[in-house]
């Protein structure tokens, strides 16, 4: 296992050869990149899975281009030459993996159609990545019980997904709630980081913004707001836990305006500071960020 941090960006990691049990994980990361950082021409021998989380890339395959921007998913099978177009002019977040996708697949056959006679793969929207890829990095790095068990299950299930990102498949509710809510809810798991407002929330959601929080709070609990803070404050605590990224950075990339007001809101919600959870939280997983 070996860890780097690459030039040229502000926080994150690159992991080559995470666990010796799962061979086919050959490397996983996460960046906050600078203004001006790029990534040049290359290629690998197994499929590579890149997953923007916020801000924009441009991408050039070998026919096209292709824009990623948040929740935007770009999969590149074996031996395919692909770079970014151009200098990204601000700052960008995402997540990355190269697997060697053969061995997944035949954990997973039902799986296989779907990605047979496919080289390379575009979905401008694939949020529903973000969550696997999520628990990924987790397994990866934090030294926890069962570890390569934890990271072979989180590889299938962000496998499962891009499938399913593939293929187009998209399920209905299995629970009694308004189909306006569920929308939202998913893009606020999801999509957490973007300045969402309730204006533009229920336009997503064809409803209008009173109606959208009076079915919001009746089917969630509490508002659309309030509920975009918790699930913020909660992805904060993963990444403090797991020391991704520095807090000032963490507060800009989860949508709060300064870290004086993330800091204000992660009290108000676990009764403590980020440092106090750090300190308190200190484990003995991979220190990936010192």
């Not at 069962?146 to 299995?174: C, F, I, W, Y």
Request: overall charge positive; aromatic content about 8%; glycine content about 6%.
């Amino acid at each position: 296992m070996r860890v780097s941090h690459p030039k040229g960006t502000l926080a994150g990691f690159h992991l080559a050869n995470p666990e010796a049990g799962v061979p086919e994980l050959l490397f996983c990361g996460e960046h906050w990149a600078m203004p001006e950082w790029f990534i040049g021409r290359h290629q690998h021998d197994v499929w590579e899975f890149y997953l923007q989380l916020n801000g924009v890339s441009e991408w050039a395959g070998p026919k096209q281009h292709y824009r990623l921007e948040p929740g935007g998913f770009l999969a590149v099978g074996p031996g395919i030459a692909h770079q970014m177009v151009k200098r990204v002019r601000q700052k960008h977040h995402f997540d990355y993996a190269a697997l060697d996708l053969a061995v997944v697949l035949r954990r997973h056959p039902t799986l296989r159609e779907a990605w047979q006679n496919q080289s390379l793969i575009h979905r401008p929207s694939a949020a529903s990545l973000v969550a696997p890829f999520r628990q990924l990095i987790r397994e990866v790095t934090l030294a926890q019980p069962n570890r390569p068990v934890g990271m072979r299950l989180a590889l299938d299930a962000l496998v499962l997904e891009a499938t399913r990102a593939l293929t187009g498949a998209s399920g209905a509710s299995l629970v009694d709630a308004h189909p306006a809510v569920v929308r939202v809810k998913e893009l606020l798991d999801h999509q957490f980081q973007q300045p969402w407002r309730l204006a533009d929330l229920a336009r997503v959601a064809g409803v209008s913004p009173t109606h959208l929080a009076e079915l919001f709070t009746r089917d969630v609990g509490i508002p659309p707001r309030q509920y975009l803070l918790q699930v913020r404050i909660e992805r904060a605590k993963e990444y403090l836990t797991q020391k991704l990224v520095p807090i000032t950075t963490l507060a800009l990339e989860l949508g709060f305006s300064s870290s004086q007001h993330f800091a204000a809101a992660f009290r108000r919600l676990t009764g403590k500071s980020p440092r106090e959870h750090v300190r308190q939280t200190r484990t003995a997983g991979l220190k990936v960020k010192p």
